[in-house]
């Protein structure tokens, strides 16, 4: 099994562009999530699913659009990037719902809005 | 919002020494996790605590739940280099849904050999 998987890996963008972070696992769990890592603030949680077509926001989702149209991919859209959306994305995967689950992070990715 | 404050957030040891690192909030937590990442990579689960007063042991590590569920220690016994890393606790309040998870600020804990 491969995980969870993130691409891009890196990725620059000028303000007021457009783009997609892909997000696939291969565990079929049903819940899945998209985190932020900022310096000296932990993990921030954008938006989660607990299946497919259904998602929910989190505590910062302003910005970010989700979408979960099969078990597998869960992909977050920056609508139109801004210099505060310059961060660590994490998408994390697990089997369960409950609190307790283990999730699974994948490698995340780096994004720099210029 | 559930805060989870992590302390310290940066420390720095000799191989062979032992170092504790604290969770603490004013709210009550049904369970606590806490993870491990290393630079470039994702969060990595260590263990995860549900009982007031618990104590989970992985290795040279040693996980405590407070008796209120407030806080969280973890203590590492004759840390070693290949420990640095950044711990993160995270904890879910009571009748928390999935993904409504807090993370504290996390500890950046290198060990010189």
């Known amino acids: 099994n491969a995980g969870v998987t993130q691409t891009p890996k890196f990725q620059v963008l000028k303000t007021g562009q457009s783009m997609t972070l892909q997000c696939a696992q291969d565990m079929n769990h049903e819940y899945m999530s998209w985190y932020r890592q900022d310096p000296g603030m932990g993990l921030r949680l954008i938006h989660y699913?607990?299946?497919?077509?259904?998602?929910d926001q989190g505590e910062v989702p302003n910005g970010y659009n989700v979408s979960r149209s099969t078990t597998e991919d869960f992909p977050l859209r920056l609508l139109s990037a801004a210099p505060s959306q310059t961060s660590v994305y994490f998408c994390a995967s697990s089997y369960g719902g409950a609190a307790q689950e283990t999730q699974y992070f994948g490698p995340g990715t780096r994004l720099l809005v210029l | 919002t559930q805060l989870l404050e992590q302390s310290p957030q940066f420390l720095s040891i000799q191989e062979g020494e032992n170092l504790t690192v604290y969770c603490n909030s004013s709210s009550v937590f049904s369970s606590l996790q806490w993870y491990r990442q290393e630079p470039g990579e994702g969060p990595v689960l260590l263990v995860t605590?549900?009982?007031?007063?618990e104590v989970k042991k992985l290795k040279r590590l040693t996980f405590q739940f407070g008796d209120a569920r407030k806080d969280s220690s973890l203590h590492i016994t004759a840390a070693q280099p290949g420990d640095t890393g950044l711990y993160l606790c995270?904890?879910?309040?009571?009748?928390?849904?999935?993904?409504?998870?807090?993370f504290g600020q996390g500890t950046i804990l290198t060990v010189h050999p």
């Open positions: 995270a904890g879910a309040a009571r009748g928390t849904s999935y993904g409504k998870l807090t």
């Open positions: 605590v549900v009982t007031g007063g």
């Open positions: 699913s607990v299946g497919a077509g259904i998602t």
